[in-house]
């Protein structure tokens, strides 16, 4: 006779797709499926490609004699955990308030979780990536928006709501640009990826030579990868801005530091295309802190699960047979 072995269905909802997977034990992806993310429709219309890519992932597990233990969803915005809906899905406002979890579990009979995108990244860095040995993590994902998210002893804490989730007002400084709060130095205005685009206008207003000029004229989108190329490739203002960048995440470890005392910081997001040049720059400008032992015991990695990570994360919180 044969076992039937553990696995779980993850869905991420994104801006322009939503992926759905079956996840084993280890965090493997075994299957996936990507559904369009249809924008500005009513909310069944907008989850009703996700639950026929959901139905296929499933038809999958049966035809492997695979058992699932749950559907974890991830949002971008954020989430009623007990409650399992969506509060505020900025890019899917039709799925605010929507009672998501009831509708799954109705539909699948399946335990379901449901998750913001940077509280199941840290989930999933914790049970199946670069966490798995530590007691305080704190994930930091630098993508258009800041999130951050903090794990203790294996559970997600929520010690500040300013602090974590999607933080954009984060003060980490006491200059920089104004942010839309009416502050100066708010994590947002200082290592979003509009901030960086900012830093490197400025630059170009002031007639600085870059490589970033040609790029802009064949028309390419600003983005980490982008800036990243021009740095490996020699460019001066894109190592630059990488320095200036991995000053200020300095800053928002020391704020972190001080609030919570994570022994690992984890950073993820489209920041990490910065690869070696950015964590480098960050590790040298940590030796030079004045030696504590909250400095002492930290340590910054990136986050190894790339760009599934929350995905795989929101299968995280399952127990499997
Ligand atoms: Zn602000």
Redesign the pocket.
């Known amino acids: 006779m044969s076992v039937a072995k553990g696995v779980a269905v993850g869905m991420e909802i994104g801006g322009g797709q939503t992926t759905v997977a079956l996840i084993d034990r280890d965090g493997c992806v075994r299957e996936r499926c990507v559904a369009k993310t249809l924008r500005s429709r009513p909310a069944v219309a907008t989850l009703d490609p996700y639950l026929r890519a959901i139905d296929t992932i499933l038809q999958h597990a049966r035809d492997q004699n695979l058992e699932v233990a749950g559907i974890g969803v991830s949002i971008p915005g954020s989430v009623d955990g007990p409650a399992r809906r969506p509060l505020q899905v900025p890019i899917l406002p039709s799925l605010n308030n929507f009672p998501l979890g009831d509708l799954l579990e109705n539909r699948y009979h399946l335990p379901i979780q449901v998750h913001t995108d940077v509280d199941a990244a840290v989930l999933g860095e914790h049970r199946f990536g670069a966490g798995k040995t530590h007691q305080r993590l704190l994930f930091l994902t630098v993508n258009a928006v800041v999130g951050a998210s903090l794990v203790i002893d294996g559970q997600l804490e929520y010690p500040g709501r300013q602090y974590v989730g999607h933080v ?4 980490i400084a006491s200059t920089g640009p104004r ?11 200082l290592i979003s990826i509009e901030a960086v685009k900012r830093m490197v206008q400025r630059a170009l207003r002031r007639g600085e030579e870059t490589t970033l000029t040609q790029r802009f004229l064949n028309h390419e989108t600003f983005s980490h990868q982008l800036l990243a190329e021009e740095a490996v490739r020699g460019d001066s203002l894109a190592q630059r801005v990488y320095r200036e960048l991995a000053r200020w995440i300095v800053e928002a470890i020391t704020r972190y530091l001080g609030l919570f005392e994570p022994n690992l910081f984890i950073l993820g997001g489209g920041v990490l295309y910065g690869g070696d040049l950015l964590l480098s720059q960050i590790r040298t400008l940590i030796q030079d802190r004045p030696k504590s032992p909250l400095w002492q015991m930290i340590e910054v990695v990136p986050a190894c699960l790339g760009s599934d990570v929350a995905l795989i994360g929101s299968i995280a919180p399952f127990a499997f047979v």
């Open positions: 954009c007002h984060v003060p942010c839309s709060c009416g502050k100066c130095g708010c994590i947002n205005t």
